[in-house]
């Protein structure tokens, strides 16, 4: 059975080969690749190595190399037909059937390469000549060297209906049409013309360096800007990647590989250094071309443009990555000032900072956290709450559970950062929680003020509009006291502050169900729970606020009275003064039992 070389090469391409080694023998990361004593020969110490960007294993001990297909047929002794449909089964691949024609297909296939060959040929002998003046004179424009457009084999597509098919003559029309040379008007009485013309051309490799397809950038006016080749027998564009095949080996150097928009952003990073630069072809990233990029780099860099086409450009990225996210393969970002992109910063005379940039890049949990937070408005309860959700889903989207579960983490932490309680916060408020449960702990007041800090804690936008009046409350018990400064510093610190603490803290994961029940006992006023009416919560929580600030002033006026009484032995009127402080304090004394009265109605399990 002949399978062609393009099917094998995909297969290959899909192939994870340390996970297919890792079945028969136990590896060991080191750097980026595995290592493992050699299943070939018997040894002790490891000379076994894996490569997965490379795609073969070697062993320095006995000299067995190979893929993935020669690793199943040595070890296990499998005809090479029968490897290669277990393989494929894991890459989610059919194997073609046999089909009496495929030779003529893959003869078919190395003509079609034969054609672009002589197309892109053709297409830089027009760029070097007088009819690439313009295009020339545009290139140096943009700063691009003789040498550059050599390297990347630059040309040039005039404007003509037919003169590339007349170049081309010594292969026949049909060939043509299939190469996407040449179109095939909708009026079959027109004849065919030539698919680029007036067009700087940037042909298109396949990770082998052979030119498969061209891209072609509008000289002067006209759209579109762009204008790629049609899908063919040899091109595929969801499954290719401008520059692959020379960037792979300079990201193997440098150990990164960096995604930018477009043919000239890559060209431009290329000529300033960064030789380790691809670009998809007009499109957003492809479940293929994330894989391909993964088996490059675990952190390739998206680096788009800074506008709004840039950004989502970015965000359907991430989309398509996030299914596939593991702790090996993840994304990094540089983000670009608006309305600039990497050209125009190298341009500018930016290179060193771009350089710094794509020494530190952003991650991806980071970059998400950006990029969705400055879409709301913080100060909007429900553009904040819209956040929550958003970052909740795109979390769940992340197809590994550890990853999954990290993410989520680091998503409510950096919105608690930002919006709500810092982690010392609610760990201060837990241990004065558990230290101060139970009633014979607090004395007096202090075991409703507790529960008015527990309501603060819940609905701390009641604090900025009383701080003076909490601030001023006389607190008995040390850990109250600094709760009350905690809530009251926070709050002015994070006026956007609304996460609400105590069920984090109920919720957490540390807390015993035993003492989440005993806080719940312990408590009775409305603007502990959670299903009540945020405004009669709040109504409550500042009228017991109100009743506690009078209740110790009246403290105050008792004692004022207990100093009269005492000094009215003194006084030459001593049964009138005796007689107006007695009725003072009964007076006080009425009001404070109904001041009482009232925080019992309103937390009665509190009293």
């Known amino acids: ?33 595995w290592k493992a004593c050699c299943p070939f020969h018997k040894e002790k110490t490891p000379s076994f190595t894996v490569n997965d960007e490379k795609g073969f294993y070697h062993c320095f001990g006995c000299g067995a190399h190979g893929d993935a297909i020669r690793f199943l047929t040595e070890t296990r002794g499998l005809p090479f037909i029968d490897a290669v449909k277990e393989l494929a089964d894991g890459a989610g691949m059919q194997v073609p059937a046999p089909d009496p024609r495929m030779r003529e297909r893959q003869e078919k296939s190395a003509s079609l390469r034969d054609v672009m060959e002589a197309a ?68 079959r009485g027109r004849s065919p013309y030539d698919r680029f013309r007036s067009r700087l051309m940037f042909p298109i490799r396949d990770p082998r360096g052979r030119v498969i397809a061209f ?132 341009r500018s005379g930016g290179t060193d900072a771009l350089r710094a940039q794509f020494e530190k890049p952003l991650s991806l949990d980071a970059f998400l ?31 590994d559970p550890a990853m999954r579960e990290e993410f989520g983490r680091d998503f409510r932490e950096r919105f608690w950062d930002a919006f ?40 701390p936008g009641v604090i900025q509009s009383r701080a003076d009046q909490i601030q001023s409350l006389h607190i008995g018990e040390g850990l109250l006291a600094r709760w009350r400064d905690l809530l009251v510093a926070a709050a002015f610190e994070r006026p956007d502050l609304d996460e609400d603490m105590i069920e984090t803290i ?7 169900s035993a003492e989440k029940r005993h806080f719940w006992r312990d408590l009775g006023f409305s603007f502990f729970y959670p299903k009540t009416d945020p405004e009669i919560a709040v109504r409550d929580l500042e009228a017991a606020i109100d009743t506690i600030a009078r209740s110790q ?21 001593f049964e009138g003064v005796w007689n107006r402080e007695s009725e003072r304090r009964k007076r006080l004394m009425e009001e404070k039992q109904r001041l009482h009265d009232e925080l019992e109605t309103l937390g009665e399990a509190a009293a």
């Not at 241990?431 to 804690?457: C, K, P, V």
Request: aromatic letters at 6%; a negative charge.
């Open 215 to 346: 891209s072609g950038r509008i000289i002067g006016d006209g759209k579109p800007k762009y204008l790629n080749s049609p899908d063919t027998p040899l091109f595929d564009k969801g499954r290719t990647i401008y520059n692959f095949d020379r960037a792979s080996p300079a990201a193997r150097d440098t150990r990164r590989i960096i995604v930018v928009e477009g043919q000239m952003d890559v060209i431009a990073l290329d000529q300033a250094g960064f030789g380790e630069a691809v670009a998809p072809l007009g499109t957003a990233l492809t479940e293929h071309q994330l894989a391909m990029l993964w088996r490059i780099d675990e952190a390739p860099i998206l680096c788009f443009d800074g506008d709004a086409a840039g950004q989502k450009a970015a965000a359907r990225a991430i989309d398509r990555a996030l299914p596939a996210i593991q702790p090996e393969r993840t994304l990094a970002f540089v983000q670009l000032p608006p309305g600039q992109d990497p050209d125009d910063i190298i």
């Open 506 to 512: 109920l919720a957490s994961a540390e807390l015993e």
């Open 420 to 459: 709500g309680w810092k982690k010392k916060e609610v760990d201060f408020v837990r241990n004065a929680l558990a230290a101060t449960s139970g009633r014979n702990r607090l004395q007096g007041l202090d075991l409703y003020i507790r529960a008015i800090l527990l309501g603060l804690s819940r609905y």
């Open 1 to 33: 059975m002949s399978l062609s070389p393009a099917f094998l090469d995909e297969l290959r391409m899909r192939t994870t080969l340390s996970s297919v080694i890792g079945k028969h023998t136990k590896l060991q990361k080191a750097g980026r690749e």
């Open 553 to 573: 002033e009246l403290d105050e006026n008792l004692a004022d009275v207990r100093a009269n009484l005492e000094r009215a032995s003194e006084s030459e009127d």
């Open 120 to 187: 892109a040929n053709w297409y830089v002998e027009q760029l070097n000549g007088p009819a690439g003046a313009e295009t020339r004179a545009y290139l140096e424009r943009r700063g691009i060297t003789a040498e550059t457009r050599r390297a990347f084999g630059l040309g040039f597509a005039p404007d003509a209906r037919g003169k590339l098919e007349e170049a081309l003559g010594e292969f026949p029309r049909d060939m043509l049409i299939e190469a996407g040379l040449i179109a095939v008007p909708d009026d």
């Open 369 to 399: 956290w950006r990029h969705e937070a400055a879409k709301i408005d913080p100060t909007s309860p429900t553009a904040r709450a819209k956040l929550k959700r958003r970052l909740n889903e795109l979390a769940g989207a992340i197809g």
